[in-house]
């Protein structure tokens, strides 16, 4: 297996949690960057509660909430956050957050059956990236052990860490009532093993719950994958899902929505996200709403720096995606906005030095995908398909060769066929 | 709203770049150039063997090599590729002058500089006509030194600078090793020059700046820390030739210092660490890495031992860069079985065990002397007269002496006729009537440096026909 990279650089957090949550609009897409379709509920003209279910993924019957109350319009196409411009619910919001009466029973005790149907019609989804639906993944019989994922490896993004030094208290006590509910016999918080602030936040309130372990690894990336967290911290290799091996990996602030279901009993409806970069006058911590747009709240944390050349990335340095405009919806995967100089270094020829290899933490060889990209045949041998997108490959490369997009080329050339 | 510009990719990268990796070799380069400069010019020079000019040299030949590599990809660019290319993109972004500072160093000292500058820029070209930058299958350096060395075998002269032609027994050790009949004592391999430490510190004749093993090692440690090269291939091919010597030394009953001299001798380590470590014409996956090293290290030790040419490094290195394409082909086809790959290695160290064996057949672990020869042996009152004959540096029956014996001593020894190079500094050393002086004691007595074996063997004539006289 190949060693995780260490990726070096200072971040100076602020902790303190600003809110915006009063958009004037809020959009619902009616597709997710998975390529999941949602239905859509609601009519043009439509009075909107805060909470109510306005479009379904009929498949697995996941809900999509609104996260404000106001009136419904149709049609609009906004771009999401992998680029790909999607028709969307738009609502206008009212400001009253009005909700439906009946949501607002808060429940005492929960069977595993309640929680998961909870977590579903709550559409509790992984924060930390994935918009897999959560319910999916705790549907499973007699579960080995709970990871909370608190590693956050992308550097630049400090969501996570925010959410451990605001909520530890609450994040532990949902972790302990996951684990009685569902009948888990341990949980671990894999957290790096330097970010001493989280660790110290839940050192705090850990004595109380012995089930409860800090796991540590090393500062490097991509640790905060799955796979190689639930490597590091357990010494256990899955084929495809960790629930394969009744182990359950959750990220942290999933932990946190989780926690506000349980208290409240209504859908998540926010979240917090980084907005960041040197392109950003205001580099902080937003609570926002899930449908807002990112022009609105950037223009309300003081707006941008000026810079020649300006990128705007959704997500991560590493996994992010270039945008064309900054009016793009907050979905509950988005965990981050960069705004940086476009200063990279224009691309020399491939040297062959092998150092992408060397560093893929899933074992393929993208410099022969790279070369290979005409010939379907050789693809196939090479499996582009178990690539993670992390941007290992891109990163190390000397030549400065954007090597991670031609193995997506590759993974779509061959899942085509 | 705001517009952006897109950008496709991920927007960390890291702070190694091509063009640090190869100034890291450069730096890496600097200290051997300067040992160049003290082996073949200041020390030459010191010892009164030389000009001014020859200190400069090593440093004029690096300089004219990376001239002639730059130009022809300039013109290369200006008339083939229709671009007028600036100095700063041929430095920094083609890295032409790396294979001229490779071929400056490379070389034998006594290289005419317009073969230098032809070698220069056959090796850019062969750069330039497969692609350029990232696309050349051979090693440029490689190819330009293997030109001039094809060329070079017809001048007179061989590798050494003046010091070296003068005072040491005139051939590099694999030269002399396969001069001498592959007699692989350490008499005959080492001693001449010294001990194994010369070798390591690169006081041993050679190509103008490869022969210190000890900068060589120094040089590793720096490219592996600052992840410059692929450090797989030099352990590997290393650790092949340790294998195949220690076999050998086992199988042959010869010391183990024969391990180190195949290792320090040869610019074997300046090849393994420098030339065969080029990203470029290299396997890429570590597996292939491997196979690689292995290869080298057979090639090397069979070219030696069961070739006439004496350095092996330089072609085996070459043909591995062709059998790079093999490998990466095999790199990309067996991908998901990578236990064959293993299956290959642990295949080609069968070969490399067998292989010593066959190696270790050729060879022999001491002098075989069938030569000497009495011609004649004339009893007069209480004086007899040999004539006898025997082994040479030159060849066998080289020597022809006539040994004069009265009661039990050797009174007179004279030569009768000599193929020897060297046999003038007997003469001038009064060699033979040390000889006589100390018959009775001759393990003593020292050879003469600078035709080491002809007194030597002229000691082992001696020797023998007091034997046969006392019989």
Known sequence: MNKPVQIKRDENIDYNIQKYIKPEYVYIPLENKNGVVYKHLVKEGDYIYKGQVVAVNEGINFPIHSSVSGYATMGNNKIIDDGKKVKCIVIKNDFKEKYQKSKLSVKEKYTKQDFIDALRENGITGLGGSDFPTFLKYNIDKPKCLIVNAVECEPFVSCDKVVIHNYSDCILEAIDMIMEIMGIPRAIIGLKENNLDSINSFKKYLGTYPKIKLGFVKDAYPNGWERNLVRELLDIEYDKYPTEQGIIVSNVSTIYAIYEMFKYNRPLTERIITITGTGIKNRRNVKVKIGATISEIIANLDGYNNLKNPIFIAGGPMMGNSLPVDDVIITKDLNAVLVIEDDFEKNLPCIKCGKCIEVCPAGIYPVFIMNNGNNIDKLKELKPGKCIECGLCSFICPSKIEVREFVRMAKVKVSDR | ?471
């Open chain 2, 1 to 471: 709203m705001k517009k952006f510009k897109v950008r496709k990719g991920n927007f960390l990268k890291s702070k190694n770049s091509t063009s640090n990796m190869m100034y890291n070799l450069l730096i890496c380069l600097i200290p051997f150039i300067i040992f160049a400069t003290y082996k073949n010019g200041i020390y030459p020079v010191i010892k009164g063997y030389g000009n001014l000019y020859l200190v400069f040299k090593p440093l004029i030949f690096v300089v004219i090599a990376s001239f002639s590599c730059i130009m022809v990809e300039y013109l290369y660019y200006l008339i083939i590729r229709k671009e007028r290319k600036t100095f700063n993109y041929l430095f920094s972004e083609s890295f032409a002058l790396i294979p001229g500072v490779f071929i400056g160093l490379i070389i034998p000292i006594n290289t005419p500089i317009w073969l230098l500058i032809l070698g220069s820029m056959i090796a850019s070209l062969s750069k330039m006509l497969m692609g350029g930058l990232g696309k050349n299958k051979l090693n440029p350096a490689l190819v330009g030194s293997l030109f001039i060395t094809i060329i070079f075998s017809s001048f007179a002269g061989g590798y050494l600078n003046p010091l070296e032609l003068d005072t040491i027994s005139s051939a590099t050790p694999l030269a002399n090793m396969t001069a001498s009949s592959y007699v692989l004592t350490y008499d005959n391999l080492v001693s001449p020059y010294g001990n194994l430490l010369d070798f390591f510190f690169g006081n041993i004749p050679g190509s103008i700046g490869e022969t210190s093993s000890f900068l060589c090692i120094i040089a590793f440690i720096y490219l592996v820390v600052n992840k410059v090269i692929k450090w797989r291939i030099p352990i590997s091919y290393i650790g092949t030739v340790i294998i195949m010597s220690l076999i050998m030394c086992l199988s042959k009953d010869i010391g183990l210092w024969f391990i180190g001299f195949n290792i320090l001798s040869g610019g074997l380590l300046f090849g393994a660490v420098f030339m065969a470590t080029d990203p470029v014409t290299t396997p890429i996956s570590h597996e292939g890495q491997i196979i690689a090293g292995i290869l080298l290290g057979l090639l090397t030790m069979a070219i030696r031992y069961l070739t006439p040419l004496p350095e092996g490094v330089l072609v085996s290195i070459l043909i591995v860069n062709i059998t790079t394409l093999l490998i990466n082909y095999f790199s990309v086809k067996l991908f998901s079985k990578r236990w064959i790959e293993v299956g290959i290695i642990i295949f080609l160290l069968l070969i490399v065990g067998g292989f010593s064996f066959v190696i270790g057949s050729k060879i022999h672990n001491k002098e075989i002397d069938d030569s000497y020869k009495i011609i004649s042996k004339q009893k007069d009152n209480n004086t007899t007269t040999y004539q006898v004959s025997g082994r040479g540096y030159t060849g066998s029956n080289s020597i022809k002496l006539k040994i004069v014996f009265k009661e039990d001593d050797i009174i007179k020894i004279e030569v009768i006729e000599s193929n020897e190079t060297y046999m003038k500094m007997i003469f001038n050393n009064d060699y033979l009537e040390k000889i006589i002086s100390n018959q009775d004691n001759l393990d003593d007595l020292d050879t003469i440096s600078g035709c080491t074996y002809t007194s030597k063997y002229i000691k082992e004539i001696v020797d023998k026909t007091m034997k046969d006289y006392f019989e």
